[in-house]
């Protein structure tokens, strides 16, 4: 009933850019929490940024001043712009969500995961 469809990652080099989105589709009433985790082969998931249905953001320390998350409410839209990517942002991305659905109530929801490649 919920699908996350993600895009927009690629490989880059040091320095690069790149922009992720992922849109949400289904029989949701309200999305509460839009986010994005990573996953580096041998590592924890963790969590990279969300953004609050009314605007609040949060940045894990090591992507400060580097990435910035938005959201477009009327199009169920997260996205996650990368800036001065380096070769430790290297990832799988995966787009995450908080919504009300009408048969499930409030559910986490992940999307498929989009690979990040930073190297020169």
């Known amino acids: 009933q919920v699908q996350l469809v993600e895009s927009g990652g690629g490989s880059v080099q040091p320095g690069g850019s790149l922009r992720l989105s992922c849109a949400a589709s289904?029989?949701?009433?309200?999305?509460?929490?839009m986010g994005w985790y990573r996953q580096a082969p041998g590592k924890q998931r963790e969590l990279v940024a969300n953004i609050l249905s009314g605007g609040t953001r949060y940045y894990t320390d090591s992507v400060k001043g580097r990435f910035a998350i938005s959201r477009d409410n009327a199009k169920n839209t997260v996205y996650l712009q990368m800036n001065s990517l380096k070769p430790e942002d290297t990832a799988v991305y995966y787009c995450n969500i908080e919504a009300l659905v009408s048969s499930r109530g409030l559910s986490d929801y992940w999307g498929q995961g989009t690979q990040v490649t930073v190297s020169s």
């Open positions: 289904g029989s949701i009433f309200s999305i509460t929490v």
